[in-house]
């Protein structure tokens, strides 16, 4: 009997030490688990930092600079078709939605990302994949200053030329919440994406226009959408978001190729 106790007790506390080594490796795990997503953001922060440096960083771009810049926006979205806020073939199997700011730091890295323009290259322009820009106040403090830009990037969708604007205000960003956002900057953005200005600026008093930067907003907290960007994928085998803060060519490819 005496034997019989020993050896129960025994194998209780192996099982307690079993317990509190397991305990011990969750503690691990989620110490590096934090630690690692403190690291991620720092990178997401510096690279952010780097892209906007070296795009110039000091407003709207003149001259030979704003040649430059708009060469760049063309090579990447000239030729793919354009409907509002929708870039590629509007009967293209999947869509991804991707939740942005045009203020937001991190976006204007993930536009100007190689895992962003691959992603036009292989999928976009060869209609298996159509985006959707959709908006969510992230970056930009103002809520008037926030409908104002998005809903003059959507007036430049009137003439399908959405995304030349959003594409030259991500690489013409400054501090966000600095002030620079006016009329001078946002018409200078619309001049340089090729749209009729005169109806660009008719366009902009639109209440619908308002009404789509509303009905996002109130879609993404229904989503619970709160960070940009968020690129979500959606097609015959279901939906999916992409868990990077910017992602790379192959995890675009892989939820692609999970919903198709």
Known sequence: MASRTKQKEQARQER??????????????????IFGGVIA???????AAVIIGSSGGGGLKKGKD??????????????????????GNPN????????????????AAFTQSPGFSQLLTN?????????????????????????????AAYAAGKQNRFW??????????????????DENFLTGLAGQAGVNVNQWKAARNDPSLVSQVGSDLSTAQAQRV???????????KGSL???????????????????S
């Open 66 to 87: 704003a040649n430059a810049v708009v060469g760049q926006v063309n090579q990447i979205v000239g030729g793919i078709p354009q409907s509002g806020t929708t870039l």
């Open 16 to 33: 307690l030490a079993a317990e509190q080594e397991r305990a011990e490796r969750e503690r691990r795990q989620r110490r590096l688990q």
């Open 41 to 47: 953001l720092a990178v997401i922060i510096v690279v």
């Open 164 to 181: 030349n604007f959003a594409e030259l205000f991500y690489r013409q960003q400054q501090t966000e919440n600095s002030g620079y956002v």
């Open 123 to 151: 999928l976009v322009r060869t209609g298996k994949v159509k985006i959707n820009y959709r908006s969510v106040q992230t970056a930009t403090q103002d809520p008037q200053t926030f409908q104002t830009q998005q809903t």
């Open 92 to 107: 293209a199997p999947v869509t991804m939605t991707y939740w942005g700011d045009l203020q937001c730091p991190v976006c």
């Open 226 to 236: 709160s960070a940009t960007p968020t690129v979500q994928f959606k097609g015959p």
């Open 241 to 259: 978001t992409v868990q990077a803060a910017i992602p790379d060519f192959q995890q675009l490819q892989q939820a692609y190729t999970n919903v």
